[in-house]
């Protein structure tokens, strides 16, 4: 039996991916996503949301564990609602989650996954393995206490792109000088009354643009994870 020869792909055909960048232009890119609960942010992104099948990197300050709860609990908890056999995994997360603040805030503790990786290969395998996962809602994954380079991002990067779900990966703060090849980078950091959220990379837009999101209660629940149980994202 005679292998046919598959037909080569045409330009058409790549320009109509997901992943091809064309410079400025944003007709093409045509992706789903998911609302991050902050409509001023939503105007911000691509699409109007966070954008599903793709990578999402925040480098953020040692102290942003808070952070990064409360930019992504109303997505967490709108998927958890709207999917509640599906899985929120965090992946090496730098202190255990507090459970009652996880359940005044509307997450189900029996949606919740919690991973720790042995080594830098085994975070790499488990976060594409979670990506290929159909039960997966949701991935946070924090680098610390590895160092990753731009072909293992890239890895990560395109696990990504076979899934269906979001997937973010928070970095350190000096990562945002690094090459990355993530299609949507952001930086968070705590001010007095505001987490100021940076947009400084994302596919077909050049300016950067940034966010205020004001404090509320959520802050002083989700601090007790860093505070009350120690954070090792340095």
Same mark, same amino acid.
């Given at each position: 039996?005679?292998?046919?020869?598959?037909?080569?792909?045409?330009?058409?055909?790549?320009? &109509? #991916? !997901? +992943? @091809?960048?064309? !410079?400025?232009?944003?007709?093409? @890119?045509?992706?789903?996503?998911?609302?991050? !609960?902050?409509?001023?942010?939503?105007?911000?992104?691509?699409?109007?949301?966070?954008?599903?099948?793709?990578?999402?990197?925040?480098?953020?300050?040692? +102290? /942003?564990?808070?952070?990064?709860?409360?930019?992504? #609990?109303?997505?967490?908890? /709108?998927?958890?609602?709207?999917?509640?056999?599906?899985? %929120?995994?965090?992946?090496?997360?730098?202190? @255990?989650?507090?459970?009652?603040?996880?359940?005044? &805030? !509307?997450?189900? %503790?029996? *949606?919740?996954?919690?991973?720790?990786?042995?080594?830098?290969? +085994?975070?790499?395998?488990?976060?594409?393995?979670?990506?290929?996962?159909?039960?997966?809602?949701?991935?946070?994954?924090?680098?610390?206490?590895?160092?990753?380079?731009?072909?293992?991002? #890239?890895?990560?990067?395109?696990?990504?792109?076979?899934? #269906?779900?979001?997937?973010? %990966?928070? &970095?350190?703060?000096?990562?945002?000088?690094?090459?990355?090849?993530?299609? %949507?980078?952001?930086?968070?950091?705590?001010?007095?009354?505001?987490?100021?959220?940076?947009?400084?990379?994302?596919?077909?837009?050049?300016?950067? &643009?940034?966010?205020?999101?004001?404090?509320?209660?959520?802050?002083?629940?989700?601090?007790?994870?860093?505070?009350?149980?120690?954070? *090792?994202?340095?």
């Amino acid at each position: 039996m005679t292998n046919t020869p598959k037909k080569p792909v045409t330009l058409e055909q790549l320009l &109509r #991916r !997901g +992943d @091809i960048w064309r !410079g400025h232009s944003r007709v093409f @890119i045509s992706q789903e996503v998911c609302s991050s !609960g902050f409509s001023e942010f939503d105007k911000a992104l691509l699409n109007g949301g966070w954008p599903k099948g793709s990578l999402i990197e925040c480098c953020c300050q040692h +102290d /942003a564990f808070t952070g990064e709860w409360l930019m992504f #609990r109303p997505a967490i908890t /709108a998927l958890c609602k709207k999917y509640p056999e599906y899985f %929120l995994v965090l992946l090496n997360p730098p202190a @255990i989650p507090f459970a009652p603040a996880l359940i005044q &805030r !509307g997450i189900p %503790l029996n *949606q919740l996954l919690v991973v720790e990786s042995k080594s830098k290969q +085994d975070f790499i395998a488990c976060f594409t393995e979670f990506t290929r996962s159909a039960h997966c809602l949701m991935l946070l994954s924090w680098q610390t206490p590895y160092s990753l380079n731009y072909t293992e991002l #890239r890895k990560c990067q395109l696990a990504s792109t076979e899934g #269906r779900s979001i997937y973010t %990966l928070f &970095r350190p703060n000096y990562a945002k000088n690094q090459s990355s090849p993530a299609p %949507l980078r952001i930086t968070l950091e705590f001010e007095s009354t505001a987490l100021q959220i940076e947009i400084f990379k994302q596919r077909g837009l050049f300016n950067n &643009r940034r966010v205020a999101i004001p404090l509320n209660e959520d802050a002083e629940y989700f601090a007790n994870f860093a505070r009350d149980l120690g954070s *090792q994202y340095v």
